[in-house]
């Protein structure tokens, strides 16, 4: 694959289309001082709550932007890529013409601020599940593909950080073709939806299908299509027994928050952590806490009952991957429970509140004379 098919998006918008997309006082202001003259100003680029740093996408764009117009930027770096930062603290120091780089802040922060929050939580995920694998289903979630390829880019940050930190196994793909580069992948990963069930009619007949068509990948089947998960699943295992055995059969529970897994109910949940995680259910748990141990969907309590259902029938090997609202708060609860979970597919490292992904630059030198609006001074370099 070249060069230019693995990143497609990181120099958009092209240096002629800036002026279309950033804010237009930035583009008055460019006028401005286009008329009275230039100056060499820096920028301090900072963030209102810790993240991990993910500034590549950003900085490469702003390269590109400064290649094509001919004017030399100095970007300093204050945290490598996958660094933790506080709250306040300048990610980097931008250096040039205010002539060439006031227009270019708008997209500068877009490529920035949502990429570093994205990479907290996926670190945070990845570490209280380290035994974990992770796949990035974030695409279907993104307003576009610029976005999507930020949110790729940031969950292969927040996993590397995980992997040094805590040797988790991390992100270890995802969904699409061009943004599986991040991941050290050449294509994206996935087997099926719901709809090739409903399709074909019956969860087994999905999975007959599939595995004739790609016999030569593992087979993952979604098997709460028909509210029988346990029923489903089983049959699922019988109809492909070499491939259960060798565990190259995995079970995708998706079940929606509106039921519980089949066989389940909320004494039976109670019972199943009782039998596996007594310790998660015996303090103190919010609404939210307790639903995703013991409640309808995708609970802890819910993987623990499909592992012990899979095992008691003679299919150890088969894994199971688990779907449906699994961000940081839900993959602490599941840690805390010791849910056997062996892959965890997500988008829910997208940050929840959008706000906190918003970066903040300010100008806090002017031809080398430090100035900066009242309040910010904390910008100045030391």
Known sequence: MSESMKRPLAVHPSAAAI????????RR???????FGDKKVTYAIFMRRPVVCAPRLAVEWLQAIARDRGF????????????????????????GSFYHLVDTETILLQKLGPACVAAYNAFTMCADLPKV???????????????????????????????????AKGFVGN?????????????????MPHALIGYAGSTVRAAEMFHETFPDLPLTVL?????REITDGLEVCRRFPELAAQGKLTLRLDT???????????????AVLERHAPHSIRGYRDETQLRYLIGTGVSAAAIHYVRERLDDAGFPAVKIVASSGFGPAKCRLMAEANAPVDIIGTGSYLPERWTETYATADIIE?????RVKVGREFLFRR
């Open 223 to 227: 098997v709460d299509y028909f509210g």
């Open 72 to 95: 030399e930027v100095d970007i300093q770096l204050n945290f490598p890529e996958g660094k933790w930062v506080g709250a306040g603290e300048p990610i980097l120091y931008v250096t």
């Open 256 to 270: 929606p928050g509106g039921r519980f897994v089949e066989g389940l109910d909320p004494p039976g949940s109670y």
């Open 366 to 370: 002017y031809d080398g004379e430090k």
């Open 29 to 35: 202001t460019k006028e401005t001082v286009g008329k």
């Open 133 to 167: 694998a992770f796949l990035a289903m974030d695409a279907r979630h993104c307003a576009g593909t610029d976005m999507a390829e930020v949110m790729a880019y940031a969950a292969s940050v927040g996993s590397d950080r995980a992997k040094r930190k805590v040797g």
């Open 19 to 26: 002026g279309d997309w950033t804010d237009t006082y930035f």
């Open 175 to 191: 969904a699409t073709d061009a943004t599986a580069h991040f991941f050290g992948q050449a294509k994206g990963m996935g087997t």
